[in-house]
C-alpha cells in the first residue's frame, strides 16, 4: 500500500520555527513533484511550495523568504523548514506527491496525499 506519512507539526509562538518531514512508502518507481500544501480553518487548501524531481522550487509568495522545501530521494522524503512562523500560518499542512506506482497488474501515475499535520502558531 502506498502512503504519505507527515510529521514534525505542533504547537510554536509567532517567530519561531517548525521542520515537517513527510516519507512516502510501499511499491514506489518513482517520485516526481512533491510539495506541500495547507488548509486553514474555514478556508480552501493552498499551495505552499513544491519541488520536482529535478529544478527550482515554487513558493506561495505569502511564504517566500520564510520557508524551505527540500527533498531525500534516497529516502523518499520532502521537507518544509518553517522560519519566522506567524499566526496566518496556523493551519493542516498536507505532503503531495506526483508518484509512478506499482498497482495489481499495471502501472499507474497518481497524486497521493498524507493524512495531514496540524501547524498552529501563537501570538
Known amino acids: 500500500q502506498v502512503q504519505l506519512v507527515e510529521s514534525g507539526g505542533g504547537l510554536v509562538q509567532s517567530g519561531g520555527s517548525l521542520r515537517l518531514s513527510c516519507v512516502a512508502s510501499?511499491?514506489?518507481?518513482?517520485?516526481?513533484?512533491m510539495g506541500w500544501f495547507r488548509q486553514a480553518p474555514g478556508k480552501q487548501r493552498e499551495l505552499v511550495a513544491t519541488i520536482p524531481s529535478g529544478g527550482s522550487a515554487n513558493y506561495a509568495d505569502s511564504v517566500k523568504g520564510r520557508f524551505t522545501i527540500s527533498r531525500d530521494n534516497a529516502k523518499n522524503t520532502v521537507y518544509l523548514q518553517m522560519d519566522n512562523l506567524k499566526t496566518e500560518d496556523t493551519g493542516v499542512y498536507y505532503c503531495?506527491?506526483?508518484?509512478?506506482?506499482?498497482?495489481?497488474?499495471?502501472?499507474?501515475?497518481?497524486?497521493?496525499w498524507g493524512q495531514g499535520t496540524q501547524v498552529t502558531v501563537s501570538s
Open positions: 510501499g511499491r514506489i518507481f518513482s517520485i516526481n513533484a
Open positions: 503531495n506527491a506526483d508518484m509512478t506506482t506499482a498497482q495489481p497488474g499495471r502501472v499507474e501515475r497518481e497524486a497521493y
